[in-house]
């Protein structure tokens, strides 16, 4: 039996309980260590905010797209080319100063062979307006399908007078309407569709500046009709 104020024998530790034999007691003087994963979480949320400021300055140095200039295409060599290949009679829209093309194509729409070229009017870019014409068709009259895609679906919506001439114009459903112009038939020697973005009037000044291809000359306005 051990009194008061003497010392445990040494074999008094052994029957001590475990948790407490265990418990690891930290040196005089030192902090506890921190919760596990702080310092990680840190390192990461700084690099995070560091990878998002590189990002944000290679965006404000990086140009925007309307600021990116787009390049002329030559709608003359492109016309020679497939007048070579197929003889039709081409039109060339020539709407004059303050109009580009950028854009010229010879492929097939609804199975149909189809020359495009398209117009950007020079500082605005959401002012595009597409020429699409085919000789395919030896009545002069596109197939509903042909049409179809050049208008996008787009329904028959009234008429505009385009050099003494009243063509359909049709207006695709979105939010941003393509509209279309086509002419009647017999005002242009081949199947023709004008569309595009923007205004209606636009279209009638590509549509009215329509000139045959070899003997288109450089003008603002002009007509559609073929004499």
Do not use: C, K
């Amino acid at each position: 039996m051990t009194t008061a104020g003497e010392s445990s024998s040494p074999g008094s530790a052994a029957r001590q309980p475990a948790w407490r034999a265990q418990r690891p007691v930290p040196p005089p003087g030192t902090q506890p260590p921190p919760a596990h994963g702080t310092g990680g979480w840190r390192s990461l949320v700084i690099s995070m905010l560091l990878i998002g400021a590189v990002v944000l300055a290679w965006l404000a140095l990086s140009p925007s797209p309307d600021r990116v200039p787009r390049e002329a295409v030559d709608v003359d060599a492109s016309a020679r080319s497939v007048a070579g290949q197929t003889s039709w009679p081409l039109l060339v829209a020539d709407p004059g100063p303050g109009w580009t093309a950028t854009y010229v194509r010879f492929g097939n729409r609804a199975g149909v062979p189809t020359w495009e070229a398209g117009y950007v009017r020079d500082g605005d870019d959401s002012v595009y307006v597409s020429v699409a014409q085919t000789g395919a068709f030896a009545s002069g009259a596109p197939s509903a399908a042909w049409l179809s895609e050049l208008t996008r679906g787009g329904g028959q919506d009234g008429t505009a007078r385009v050099a003494g001439s009243e063509w359909t114009a049709y207006t695709a459903p979105g939010d941003s309407p393509r509209r279309a112009l086509v002419p009647p038939r017999g005002a242009t020697p081949l199947a023709v569709v004008v569309s595009g973005l923007g205004d209606q009037g636009n279209l009638v000044t590509v549509a009215a500046s329509l000139q045959p291809w070899r003997s288109a000359a450089p003008a603002s306005t002009g007509t559609a009709q073929v004499r």
